[in-house]
T-cell receptor
Framework: DGGITQSPKYLFRKEGQNVTLSCEQN?????MYWYRQDPGQGLRLIYY???????QKGDIAEGYSVSREKKESFPLTVTSAQKNPTAFYLC????????????FGPGTRLTVL | EDKVVQSPLSLVVHEGDTVTLNCSYE??????LLWYKQEKKAPTFLFML????IEKKSGRLSSILDKKELFSILNITATQTGDSAVYLC????????????FGKGTRLSVIA
């Protein structure tokens, strides 16, 4: 089955700890994206990557970091510098070229205790 | 700066009603407008619109784009409780694989 997987589904962390959210896709998509969703805020772009070993900051990159060492994987690290990390995090990918219909993973809900 | 505004932000209707959700946008070098439905987790794709005046239809859902007035509408006829969700509108500018710009969504609640 082709698709995007995110893990874990739920994540709890204490203040001051870094945590890494996983995103894997087997759709052979070049581009991958990370969004944050808060109630009433829609989706806000954190980072995106159009090709392996390259990524760009989105609108709310502060306190986050990413890597893109493999085409299939785009992990997101939420660092202790992120002041309000409790949110729902969505990963997406899109087909190379053409129009940008993004496919989404099931999301990770992060709660900071 | 690219911007997408959806209205209303929330809506409550009874089963069987018809609803219209609105999406207006400002984007540099428009390429496409997309509608997604988000129930509990991942948004699922509904429509992609690239040309004005051509209606896209899927069952009870339909959507149309007006590139001159910079807006799109999503219509749902004979609503059912299963239509309850957040409906997201997004636009793509520039070239392919650049990020989408999302609106805040419209939360639709359909009550029996």
């Amino acid at each position: 089955d082709g698709g995007i997987t995110q893990s874990p589904k739920y994540l709890f962390r204490k203040e001051g700890q870094n945590v890494t959210l996983s995103c894997e896709q087997n759709l052979n998509h070049d581009a991958m994206y990370w969004y944050r969703q808060d109630p009433g805020q829609g989706l806000r772009l954190i980072y995106y990557s159009q090709i392996v070993n390259d990524f760009q900051k989105g609108d709310i990159a502060e306190g986050y970091s990413v890597s893109r060492e493999k085409k299939e994987s785009f992990p997101l690290t939420v660092t202790s510098a992120q002041k309000n990390p409790t949110a729902f995090y969505l990963c997406a990918s899109s087909h190379p070229g053409g129009y940008n219909e993004q496919f989404f993973g099931p999301g990770t809900r992060l709660t900071v205790l | 700066e690219d911007k997408v505004v959806q209205s209303p932000l929330s809506l409550v209707v009874h089963e069987g009603d018809t609803v219209t959700l609105n999406c207006s946008y400002e984007v540099t070098n428009f390429r496409s407008l997309l509608w997604y439905k988000q129930e509990k987790k991942a948004p699922t794709f509904l429509f992609m619109l690239t040309s004005s005046g051509i209606e896209k239809k899927s069952g009870r859902l339909s959507s149309i784009l007006d590139k001159k007035e910079l807006f799109s509408i999503l219509n749902i006829t004979a609503t059912q409780t299963g239509d309850s969700a957040v409906y997201l509108c997004a636009v793509e500018g520039h070239s392919g694989n650049t990020p989408l710009v999302f609106g805040k969504g419209t939360r639709l609640s359909v009550i029996a």
